[in-house]
Structure formats: C-alpha cells, structure tokens
C-alpha cells in the first residue's frame, strides 16, 4: 500500500540494483514501509562501516571512540557520509545503507545506547514512549 | 576406544541480552526470572548425569567472524572458549563473570583417513598427526 504522506525515498533506496531479483510476492513498485531489501549491492555498500563497527569487539577501540570519536572515525576511512550516519545515530539509515544489525547493536553500545534505547529511535519513539508498549519495564 | 553415548540434548534461545541480564544480576528481577527459572531444570539435570563431554553448537553474532570470511561450518579448539566482549557486560571481567568462559579440550581433532595421509606432491612428508 503505497504511503503518500511520506517523503521522497532518496535515490540509493531505490535505485535498480534490486531488478534482478524476480518474485511475485514482492511488490517493488509498493515497498512496505519501514521495510528494506537487503541486497548483495546494499551489503558491500554499508561493508567499510560495518567493518567499523567490528572494532568496536575491542576495548581499546571502544575507549577510544569515547574519548574522540571523530578521530577514530577518520582513522577507519569513513566517508563523510558514513560519519553523518554515526553522528545522529540514524540507525535506520544504517540498515538502508547496508549495515549489519548485530554490528549496529555494537555501535549503539559505544555511544552507550542500550538495545532497547535503539529499538525505539528505530521506532522513532522517546524512550519513555517505548517502555509503555513494554509488559516489563526494566527488561533490559 | 568404546564409543560414547548420547544421553541427552539441551537448547536455549540464544539472545545475547540473556547472557548480559545474568551477568549483571538481573536473573532475579520480574522481566528475567521466568525465563532464568527456565534453566533451572537443565542445570538439575546436568547435575544428576554428570555427563563426560557436551558438545556446544552455537552460531556466531558476527563476534568471532566477520564478513570478510564467515565459514558455515567451524570447530573451535581450544583449551578454554571465551565469551564474545561486545562491551556490553562492561567493568566485569570474564574471571569474575557469572557466566565463566567454557573450558574446551585443545586435543579435540577430526578422527579421519587422511589424517595419516602422504603429501600429495613430491616431498613425501607425513600431514597430519
């Protein structure tokens, strides 16, 4: 169902990369919203910031993004796009740019964002307003 | 050499949230305890068979592996399995963790043909133990 309320998807969400694939389950022409088709082409795109993310297995790397994370993010060779991404934390366009999602728990760790914080700026939602859905509160 | 006997099989979800709640003593809150109670019957039952080997099969969440090279099949040998440091469980080291790193046998090898094998080409040497 196509959501006409909805910005523009920017030309890389929806590019032809995907025309390869032929099903008749998937309606290209009518994406669902909030979901993305993970591609070969998408996961070599998002590869170098999710190798970045890799790093942060390391304790050196993790104290170190604390304390200057623009200068860790310079020394992986991000592009300056890359670094956007991590600045506002947009970890939604993470996974549209063709991040992994376990490697993305890894960066919200380093930013001290626990899994359910980035469940909810996934969900574009405070926390607060997230833990309300929640049966338990403090799950986690 | 007799060959073994299965006695049993356990499973777990495999979240990695669970390891980090019970690390952090968070086992005896409400979110967790019903789903750490779970495990109680298990660890009786360990308990009681005493078994003389487990075999852990488990998956990777891109913690050993990247994606450079990412085996489908690997067996890890080693004298003792770490646990994955995503940060998560920070402050705590692996010593002092309620869940230790598991102890592993670093002479586990695959019992085979070639394990006696000559080298294919010309130099004649024995591969393998």
Not at chain 1, 10 to 34: C, K, M, N, Y
Not at chain 1, 59 to 73: G, I, L, S
Not at chain 1, 79 to 97: C, G, P, W
Not at chain 1, 121 to 130: G, L, Q, V
């Amino acid at each position: 169902m196509p959501d006409e309320k909805r910005p523009a998807r920017p030309a890389w969400e929806t590019e032809v990369e995907i025309l390869p694939i032929r099903s008749p389950q998937i309606d290209f022409a009518h994406p669902l919203p909030g979901t993305y088709l993970t591609t070969g082409a998408r996961a070599q795109r998002g590869y170098r910031l999710s190798k970045f993310c890799m790093a942060f297995m390391s304790p050196e790397t993790r104290a170190a993004f604390k304390a200057d994370p623009e200068r860790v993010m310079t020394e992986h060779g991000l592009s300056d796009y890359e670094k956007t991404l991590i600045r506002e934390q947009n970890f939604n366009a993470m996974v549209r740019y063709g991040v992994n999602a376990f490697m993305i728990f890894k960066l919200a760790n380093a930013f001290g964002v626990n899994q359910n914080q980035t469940g909810a700026k996934m969900r574009r939602e405070s926390y607060e307003e997230f833990l309300k859905t929640r049966n338990v509160k403090d799950a986690l | 050499m007799a060959h073994g006997r299965i006695i049993g099989g356990l499973g777990s979800p495999h979240a990695p949230s669970i390891g980090v709640a019970y690390n952090t003593g968070k086992g005896e809150t409400p979110a967790w305890k019903p789903l750490i109670d779970g495990y109680k019957p298990m660890q009786a039952w360990i308990e009681a068979k005493k078994p003389d080997l487990m075999i852990i099969v488990a998956n990777d969440h891109a913690n050993s592996f990247f994606f450079d090279r990412y085996p489908t099949f690997a067996l890890s040998v080693a004298a003792e399995h770490e646990i994955a440091d995503e940060g998560w469980a920070s402050g705590r080291c692996r010593r002092c963790r309620a869940i230790p790193s598991s102890p592993g046998s670093s002479r586990i090898r695959w019992w085979g043909r070639s394990s006696t094998s000559r080298c294919a080409r010309s130099c004649r040497s024995t591969t393998g133990a």
